[in-house]
């Protein structure tokens, strides 16, 4: 019976490991493809596709044959071994010998490829995408005295740092007030607390979307529009519903004797929660922080809305955005962009991986 | 004595003026805010500006205002967005408002001036002054209905471009005998011999992600330029003349007359609409060309692939798209960059006159990649033959008419229009019912 189960689990283990992985290739592929894009030239991206990096079969030029300038060219015309019409040989005839005979150009001025197939692989890579990203595009700008001069455009630079400044504040902001606000609703007996806890869980269901304007009018009347206060304020008022209800749960679920000792002990509820509650969370706090920063990292609408896109000020997905320039003419620059900006959410998703599994299977099973 | 000095210091107001706008002789007398700007009157103000044009566009914009920023003291503080649509319209309600604001179409501006958020520009540039400075037609195009309905000066416009320009690759072009079409005849008999010698003569695409289509759009305005009047034009522009008539139709079959057929377009009719605008004329520059017709306003020359130096004049050249019917002379369509403003501070009023006069923009001209509405521009200012060429263009047209989607109402013009004639184009819809299709999402106040 034991048995029986074991080599069940087993096989079922082996098919769902199976299906991960295609759903791993799945999601990994485009971005593959991405990085891979990133590498190339702004014409073999726009001509050719990210797989013709690798080796496959082509057709290759082999002999150029110059028709006769008296030929007739509205018949039949025969080129090594391949028979044809115009039209047929532009599309291109196999020859006997396995060869293609394709007529390249017009019917007046044209002249006939002889093509084997061959391997190949387009290998071309530079960095040149990487170069314009990290250092700012250049522009050439004549003035009024016909003085002609170089510009550079603004750099990935300044924008990564922006987004940092914006980023680490709006994360440890709800941290800290949502892991209060979960100890109080959890192990602080006041009037109201239920009704004020169910406020706040329902207030995960506003979209941000709503508010924008009547908090970016109380915003410009302050004066905080355009600062990063502005940005970690909402970023810390939209993320609390979150932070408290995931928080809540976890600190919920703690053993009851280890606060009441505590108490006994004549710990304050401060010190408590300092002491006991803090270290124990490190899982969920480290969960949390991995959402909020990579929601937060990627945000483009409450940024674009609260802090605009002044250069000096203007954070990573901003910049994107601009990259691709006024008409999208440049789009192929997102691929190195995207990358770069990839770099710090992966750094954090690794660093704090292991604390975001357990923080995520924590307190689902209340013993 | 005080008379003394305000004359001394008029003096020098002129003066520094002059160094400025030396060339601007023949322009009508310098308007009071900017004069004393250029005096350094206002130093230390800033006004705020804000628009849709970004990248290069932008660093020229700055460029070209920093010799007026160093003489006034004004700082122009510009800032873009890629979502200038929608962000526009949330900073005004929220009372976030830049003092000066830069439209791609004039049809965003009529709603802000609707609403009564613009101001009155009239009331420091006259009419006397603005015709001075512009030809008619771009009064006309800056002037809408204020809030109590009575028309205002709503903008100025500072750039434009051409949209009715055919680009070839030349030195393909001369090799193959091909001679530039001056007439519509010339053009169908060019676009036979090319199918005879075996090619496709037009590289066509109009996918552009959400907003595909639109590219089929300025097709149509261009035909209906050159196959109707201009009131029907202005009529089918403001909602007056319907989709499904018979001169809306007519203009869509003329595009169609070269847009449906198979072997005048390379790909076929179904590659236009799975072809990136961008992308498109890429076609024409491969060895030997594939297609040797690409019809697109200048600022396409930023999307002619990179890879080797391709020169104007010599690799790649264009010509004005010839009217069909002589009746309707030399139409240009064409788009453009309308300024407005939401505060009448002196210095924004400084700003404001310094856009009207052309010599402002010579940084900008010589550094490429723009024209000027403004009558006081001289060919000599552009620093290319390409713009000089478009701004020709621009002054031998007979009738000037902007991009007529952008004049329609949003739900139209950057909805419907685009939808129902890709659906057209890729054979979902016969003619008929899109146009239909398109007049009823018509907004009916």
Not at chain 2, 103 to 127: E, H, I, R
Not at chain 2, 235 to 258: N, Y
Request: charge should be negative.
């Amino acid at each position: 019976m034991t048995q029986n189960a074991t080599t069940r689990v087993g096989r079922g283990g082996i098919l769902s490991s199976a299906v991960l992985l295609l759903l791993c290739a799945f999601w990994l592929l485009p971005t593959f493809g991405v990085l891979v894009s990133s590498f190339r030239a702004a014409d073999d991206v726009r001509s050719t596709g990210w797989w013709s990096v690798f080796p496959h079969r082509e057709w290759r030029l082999a002999e150029t044959i110059n028709p006769a300038l008296d030929l007739d060219r509205s018949g039949v015309m025969e080129f090594a071994g391949a028979r044809g019409t115009f039209e047929e040989l532009r599309a291109g005839i196999m020859a006997p010998d396995g060869r293609r005979v394709i007529w390249v150009g017009n019917r007046r001025l044209g002249t006939v490829q002889v093509q084997e197939r061959g391997w190949t692989s387009s290998n071309a890579f530079t960095l040149d995408n990487y170069e314009s990203v990290l250092t700012g595009k250049q522009y050439e700008v004549t003035n009024a005295q016909g003085v002609k001069q170089t510009l550079r455009g603004d750099d990935l630079l300044a924008a990564f740092l922006n987004s940092l400044a914006v980023t680490l504040p709006a994360v440890l902001l709800p941290l800290v007030v949502g892991a209060l606000a979960a100890y109080g609703f959890a192990w602080v007996r006041f009037p109201g607390r239920g009704l004020v806890f169910t406020i706040v869980v329902g207030l995960l269901v506003v979209p941000l979307q709503i508010s924008l304007v009547p908090v970016l009018s109380d915003y410009v009347r302050l004066g905080l529009n355009g600062t990063y206060l502005a940005v970690w304020l909402a970023h810390a008022g939209f993320g609390l519903p979150l932070a408290i209800y995931l928080l809540y749960n976890y600190i919920a679920a703690l053993p009851r004797e280890l606060l009441e000792a505590a108490t006994v002990d004549g710990a304050s509820h401060l010190q408590i929660f300092r002491l006991i509650v803090l270290p124990i969370c490190g899982p969920i706090l480290a969960s949390y922080a991995i959402f909020q920063f990579i929601w937060v990292w990627n945000d483009y609408l409450v940024a674009l809305i609260f802090i605009g896109s002044q250069p000096k000020v203007q954070v990573l997905t901003m910049r994107l955005a601009e990259i691709v320039g006024s008409r999208g003419n440049d789009w192929h620059l997102l691929t190195a962009g995207a990358f770069i900006s990839m770099v710090l959410p992966l750094a954090v998703f690794f660093g704090l991986q292991r604390y975001f599994v357990r923080g995520l299977t924590a307190g689902s099973i209340k013993s | 004595m005080i008379y003394t000095v305000e004359r001394t210091i008029k003096h020098a107001a002129l003066l520094s003026a002059g160094l400025l706008f030396a060339t601007s002789a023949l322009a009508a007398d310098m308007p009071k805010e900017l004069a004393d700007a250029l005096a350094g009157k206002y130093k230390g103000t800033v006004v705020t500006a804000f628009g849709a044009f970004a990248d290069a566009d932008e660093v020229k914009f700055n460029e070209n205002v920093k010799a007026f920023e160093e003489q006034t003291g004004i700082d122009i503080q510009y800032e873009s967005s890629k979502q200038f649509e929608a962000t526009i319209a949330t900073r005004v309600d929220a009372g976030n408002t830049p003092d000066i604001v830069d439209f791609p179409q004039p049809g965003l501006m009529a709603n802000f001036a609707k609403a009564g958020k613009l101001v009155d520009l009239s009331t420091y540039l006259s009419p006397e002054y603005m015709q001075d400075q512009y030809a008619e037609s771009w009064i006309d195009m800056g002037t809408k209905p204020g809030k109590d309905g009575k028309p205002i000066l709503a903008g100025v416009w500072e750039r434009v471009n051409v949209k009715s320009l055919v680009w070839y690759p030349k030195k393909a072009f001369d090799a193959a005998g091909y001679k530039v079409p001056t007439t519509w005849d010339e053009l169908v008999a060019l676009q036979k011999q090319i199918v005879a010698d075996g090619d496709t003569p037009w590289c066509i695409g109009i996918e552009s992600g959400a907003a595909t289509g639109w590219a089929a759009t300025d097709w149509i305005e261009e035909m209906m330029l050159r196959t109707n009047s201009l009131e029907d034009y202005d009529r089918w522009t403001s909602g007056q003349l319907k989709f499904d008539s018979p001169q809306v139709k007519k203009a869509a079959e003329s595009v169609g007359s070269i847009w449906l057929d198979d072997k005048l377009v390379y790909g076929g009719t179904k590659a236009i609409v799975s072809t990136s605008f961008g992308d498109a004329p890429a076609g024409m520059f491969a060895d030997p060309p594939k297609c040797w017709l690409h019809k697109q306003g200048n600022f396409i020359t930023s999307f002619f692939p990179k890879d080797r130096e391709l020169k104007p004049g010599v690799d790649y050249d264009f010509f004005y798209l010839p009217g069909i019917d002589p009746a309707y002379g030399k139409p240009a369509l064409v788009g453009g960059d309308i300024w407005s403003a939401f505060s009448d501070k002196p210095e924004t009023r400084a700003v404001m006159e310094w856009f009207t006069r052309g010599d402002h923009l010579k940084t900008w001209l010589a550094s490429g990649g723009t024209v000027s509405p403004h009558k006081d521009v001289e060919l000599a200012w552009y620093g290319n033959d390409i713009d000089r060429g478009v701004a020709e263009i621009l002054a031998n047209a007979t009738s000037v008419r902007f991009d007529g989607s952008d004049l329609m109402p949003g739900e139209v013009g950057a909805g419907s229009f685009w939808k129902q004639m890709t659906a057209w184009v890729s054979g979902q819809t016969d003619l008929d019912t899109a146009l239909k299709n398109i007049d009823a999402s018509w907004p009916s106040n």
